[in-house]
């Protein structure tokens, strides 16, 4: 039995006041498979809930105040929001922290036709790099979601590909990240503008520059990649 569209309505409402939307969705099939994350059936509709620009800080940030020894406040923040969301909804809520982790970037492929830039990073037309998801719905019926086309990445008409070069120890390339040498420079004291000013390759890309994140939230972020 088919639900009607304005479910994604109801999600956005849920979710706007955590500074949050719905980043679409899609109903599971045979190349797209359900995780069995309870025992019994599997879910049959997921919709990704996530952010664009800072629109989560003040959210967090609020929170943060009277939490102030949570662990992985940001994680934490994001299960006690999105447990509540789903509860509501009849749905159950995972998170990109699950593991084994979940393949949220495929799902987001899917259910906003965004593609990968060069950095593993899925890039937004508008947002361009600056954006995340915070969990996922599951939801064990099929859903009516209007159907989403793949969007046009903006790498295409991107000549130069500022965000390859910006790395100061070139930790991206075309054979991958090479995540231990990215940790290698932010511990080695010469680190100090990813720090405080997050990864530059990130910054390097000139789409969506104004949706950048803030100092304090590009410092939390790089604090918490650093110290994972
Ligand atoms: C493990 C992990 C990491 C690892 C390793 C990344 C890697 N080389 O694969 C580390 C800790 C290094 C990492 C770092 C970052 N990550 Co990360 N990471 C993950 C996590 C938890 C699991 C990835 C995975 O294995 N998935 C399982 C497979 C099966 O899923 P998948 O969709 O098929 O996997 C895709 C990725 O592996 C991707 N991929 C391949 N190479 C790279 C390289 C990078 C840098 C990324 C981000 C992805 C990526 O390709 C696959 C798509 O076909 C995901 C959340 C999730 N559950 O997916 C976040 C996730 C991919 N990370 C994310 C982010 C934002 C980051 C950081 C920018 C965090 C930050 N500092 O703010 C950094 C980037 C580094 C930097 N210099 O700043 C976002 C990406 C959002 C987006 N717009 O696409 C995700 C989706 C989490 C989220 N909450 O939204 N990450
Ligand atoms: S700098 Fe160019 S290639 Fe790199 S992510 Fe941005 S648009 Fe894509
Ligand atoms: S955080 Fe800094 S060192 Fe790491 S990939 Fe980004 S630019 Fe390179």
Not at 41 to 50: C, F, H, M, N
Not at 203 to 217: I, K, L, S
Request: proline share 8%.
């Amino acid at each position: 039995m088919n639900y009607r569209p304005s479910i994604l309505d109801d999600i956005a409402a849920a979710l706007e006041p955590y500074g949050m939307v719905p980043r679409g969705g899609f109903v599971f099939d045979d190349k797209n498979q359900a995780p069995q994350i309870t025992e019994g059936a599997r879910p049959q509709s997921v919709i990704l809930a996530g952010h664009f620009g800072s629109s989560i800080w003040p959210h967090f940030v609020q929170w943060r105040e009277d939490h102030p020894s949570a662990q992985d406040p940001l994680d934490t923040w994001s299960r006690e929001v999105l447990t509540a969301v789903a509860a509501k909804l009849g749905a159950t809520a995972v998170f990109p922290s699950d593991k084994p982790y979940l393949p949220f970037q495929q799902w987001a492929m899917r259910a906003e036709g965004l593609c990968a830039s060069p950095l593993g990073l899925l890039i937004h037309p508008e947002y361009g790099l600056w954006q995340a998801f915070r969990g996922a719905l599951l939801f064990d019926r099929a859903l009516d979601l209007p159907a989403r086309g793949a969007q046009r990445s903006p790498c295409v008409d991107c000549q130069d590909r500022p965000c390859l070069s910006a790395c100061p120890v070139n930790a991206f390339s075309v054979n991958g990240y090479d995540v231990a040498r990215c940790r290698g420079h932010l511990a080695s004291g010469e680190g100090d503008a990813c720090l405080n000013g997050g990864c530059l390759a990130r910054r390097g890309c000139p789409v969506g520059r104004e949706h950048a994140y803030g100092e304090a939230q590009m410092r939390f972020h790089m604090d918490a990649f650093a110290k994972s």
